[in-house]
């Protein structure tokens, strides 16, 4: 009852002034707001008027140069740290010199953990002989305990050293500490100095750097928002597409700047043309936001509500792009035929798909799903995406963090540094099936971008092998069990 009492108070006041009393009193408060938003402002115009133009000047990249400065310095005392430690470890130590203790316990590691290999290996010759020699004459199978001495082998070293498995988490831990807690642990405790760094950075990240970055992404949101009203009553219905190829790239290039993104493009003359298909290997959901800071793409997904399906409706006023149902998911022929209707219009934007499925650690390319390369109408247009861990990590662990806790980690980091690879064109042989041609373009990527070319799915990210992968390898041991 007393807040309505002082409202009704301050409505009666304000109604009792004049006409010229109020528009006096708006002015001046407008005049106010303005003066103390007029930084804010005035960043967010220069923001935007950069990303109109497509220039930079060249804060970004002073500022990479200046973190690269501490974050040598800082390793440079980290190692000098450990020397010294080291150093009077060895003085403090017993007669017997520091390299021939570490030779020796290197030598009885090495005689503890290799051994049992070398003896399985061994073993494993010697079993392959045994098969080898026995009688041809034998109708039956024989199974001895020493067939299995391979399969075990092979399992130790998997455990030992997994190459599917460790491509789904961040990578290994850097050379040069950049001065994050969340790439290693502990760093900052070495020394004064060296805690004195890392709680600057700290405070500039997380009270300078994200308040700003959040600005950014609310201004990009304003950006789409009001491109969304200016093409709906566009009444140059043609212009439509060319207006919004233009705005879909000046809101990436904002987005970019959300992650103080800088962006390096090779061979720009290998650019996806319209009607065709683009692949790239996929590090994240930004992957999008990096590559259409430079060319406009059709996303192809399926449709989602809330947030991101307020998202999806504003993205296809821009463009054309490709949403299909839950239920048409599972149905990659329907899916395909979209597609081919997709490209068969040359107005219409290259396709965007990353063939993968999943996001892998930016250190290896995995399995190409082949539904997109059975397509022979169109082109394919591949790309290597690279990153540069040491100012952030860009690989979304989406088994460790939530999308906005990843969104929260990229605004908090130091930078986004970036190469793209364009690759020439590439199209399907003749009598080429759509799984060898998927591997020639992997194998391309992986070559381009300096990545590991595995044949293992990513789908094993989140689910077990698949059935016909252990039938597979159940073939192969029957085969090996065969009498020779």
């Known amino acids: 009852m007393l807040q ?44 935007l008027t950069l990303a109109v133009l497509n220039m930079t000047l060249g804060i970004r990249r002073f500022y990479v140069k200046v973190l690269t400065f501490l974050f040598d310095y800082a390793t440079k005392i980290k190692k000098d740290k450990e020397i010294a430690i080291e150093a009077d470890f060895v003085s ?37 002989s045994s098969r080898i020699s026995r009688a041809s004459s034998q109708s039956d199978i024989q199974f001895r305990f020493s067939d299995i001495l391979d399969y075990t082998r092979q399992g130790l070293e998997a455990i030992v050293d997994d190459e599917v498995t460790k ?26 100095r060296v805690t004195i760094l890392w709680f600057l950075g700290f405070l500039i990240r997380y009270f300078i750097l994200f308040p700003f970055r959040l600005c950014l992404f609310f201004l990009a949101m304003f950006w789409m928002m009001g491109a969304i009203l200016f093409l709906k ?20 290039r904002i987005l970019s700047r959300v992650f103080s993104a800088i962006i390096t493009f090779h061979n720009t003359e290998h650019r996806a043309k319209c009607g065709s298909i683009c692949v790239a290997n996929h590090t994240s959901p930004i992957d999008v936001i990096i590559l259409s800071t430079d060319n406009g793409f059709s996303m192809i997904g399926q449709k989602h509500g ?40 040359p107005t219409n934007l290259p396709i965007l798909i990353f063939p993968e499925g999943t996001c892998i650690n930016n250190t290896s390319v995995m399995m190409f799903k082949k539904g997109c390369f059975e397509i022979d109408e169109a082109p394919i247009y591949p790309v290597a995406i690279k990153y540069d861990n040491r100012f952030g990590d860009a690989f979304w662990n989406s088994s460790k963090h939530q999308l906005v806790q990843y969104l929260i980690l990229m605004m908090t980091s130091w930078a986004i540094v970036v190469d793209v690879y364009y690759l020439p064109p590439m199209r399907i042989q003749p009598n080429e099936l759509s799984t060898d041609f998927a591997r020639r373009v992997k194998a391309a990527i992986a070559k381009q971008g300096g990545f590991v070319d595995l044949e293992w799915d990513g789908g094993l990210k989140r689910s077990l092998p698949k059935a016909d992968f252990r039938e597979e390898e159940q073939r192969k041991f029957y085969e090996m069990l065969k009498t020779e």
């Open 4 to 47: 309505v009492k002082r409202f009704n108070r301050l409505y009666h006041y304000w109604s009792s002034w004049s006409l010229k009393q109020r528009v006096t009193f708006a002015v001046q408060l407008f005049a106010i707001l303005g003066i103390l938003c007029l930084p804010v402002i005035s960043i967010a115009a220069l923001v």
């Open 92 to 128: 403090m130590g017993p007669s017997t010199p520091h390299s021939e203790l570490h030779f020796a316990d290197s030598s009885i590691d090495s005689a503890i953990e290799l051994s049992p290999l070398d003896a399985m290996k061994k073993e494993d010759d010697a079993a392959q």
């Open 167 to 192: 491509r789904f988490t961040s990578a290994d831990e850097m050379a040069v500490w950049n001065l994050l807690t969340r790439t290693q642990q502990q760093h900052e405790l070495f020394s004064l």
């Open 233 to 252: 009553y566009l009444p140059i219905s043609k212009g439509k597409l060319r207006f919004g190829f233009y705005i879909n790239i000046v809101l990436h």
């Open 306 to 345: 809330g947030f991101f399906g307020l998202v999806q409706r504003s993205l296809s006023q821009t463009a054309n792009h490709i949403w299909f149902e839950r239920s048409e998911t599972k149905d990659r022929h329907m899916v395909a035929e979209k597609m081919r209707e997709h490209i068969k219009n």
